[in-house]
């Protein structure tokens, strides 16, 4: 089986970046030059796959025009002779095959995994959640592609996180069955230190069985009306295996502030065309 289509949830009202989030997209954000939605995009092409279903929400036009054809603005980079830029904004429109759908209302992220039902159809797919960045040298997606090929079920990618800091994530319990790779024998939502199976977390990237739709209709809503993906995944749990992969990569949670700003200092330092002044910067605000 072969992963080819790729959810990405994208409906939230991202109140933790408010005010910011009042009139731009959180995915639109930018990291250093580019929003941060389309880290995870150029992650799923580096990774392979084929077709990007969006989840939108209302406000998220953004989303869509920064992936779509702009005839005006390419024209004025003719025009100015700006090949560079031209080619970086033609490639990304022509980068990979977009399709979107609309969550009407916030209703949790299995419900917004959900309405990508009639997109993906009856074939496994992969999940980004664009909070979390992830720098490495094989894409993350790339890792868990290649895991699946010798586990063909739903796998989690997992962090280990200080057992302080459980109660912000999923957490599995587990049993190592090979280098990085688990076994999920169960997931608790948030637990506090003392009652955390583990510290292997639940990260933003996933690669789903179809199933998991019929799993997350049979879900029921938990607190504030919301239908949660953990909820949904312990259903399916019931009838096929999961599966969760330690991946290779340092991670930014971008959805927190003190994240985002981590995440833009860490890949300002990677760029060759900034880093050096941006080390002095820093040298000179330290002192």
């Known amino acids: 089986m072969k992963i080819r289509k790729a959810v990405f949830p994208a409906a939230g009202f991202g109140t933790r970046f408010l005010p910011a989030t009042k009139a731009i997209p959180k995915e639109m954000l930018p990291l250093i030059d580019k929003p941060l939605i389309q880290y995870s995009v150029e992650e799923a092409k580096k990774s392979g796959l084929e077709e990007v279903i969006i989840i939108t929400g209302m406000g998220k036009t953004a989303i869509e025009d920064h992936f779509d054809v702009s005839f005006e603005l390419e024209m004025l980079l003719k025009e100015r002779n700006k090949t560079d830029m031209l080619k970086m904004i033609e ?41 979390d960045v992830i720098d490495s040298r094989i894409p993350v997606m790339k890792q868990m592609v290649d895991v699946f090929h010798r ?17 912000h994530y999923g ?11 688990y076994e999920v024998l169960d997931m608790v939502e948030k637990p506090h230190p003392s009652n955390a199976p583990s510290n ?30 953990t909820d949904g995944l312990k259903v399916l749990s019931r009838k096929q ?31 060759p065309d900034i880093n050096k002044s941006f080390k002095k910067f820093l040298k000179e605000i330290s002192h």
């Open 241 to 271: 295996p999961i599966y969760a992969y330690e991946f290779e990569g340092e991670r930014f949670d971008a959805g927190d502030k003190l994240g985002f700003i981590k995440a833009n200092v860490s890949f300002a330092l990677k760029r």
């Open 151 to 167: 586990y063909p079920y739903t796998i989690l990618a997992v962090q280990r996180v200080p057992k302080k800091e459980v109660h």
């Open 91 to 131: 490639e990304l429109s022509n980068f990979i095959h977009f399709s979107y759908t609309r969550q009407k209302k916030p209703m949790g992220l299995g419900h917004a995994i959900h309405c990508a039902k009639n997109l993906v159809g009856m074939e496994p797919f992969a999940v980004f959640l664009s909070d």
């Open 200 to 229: 292997l977390a639940i990260i933003g990237r996933y690669i789903l069985m179809p199933e998991i739709f019929k799993a997350l209709e049979e879900t029921k809503p938990g607190r504030g009306g919301e239908i949660q993906l």
């Open 171 to 181: 957490i599995i319990e587990a049993r190592k069955i090979a280098p990085r790779v």
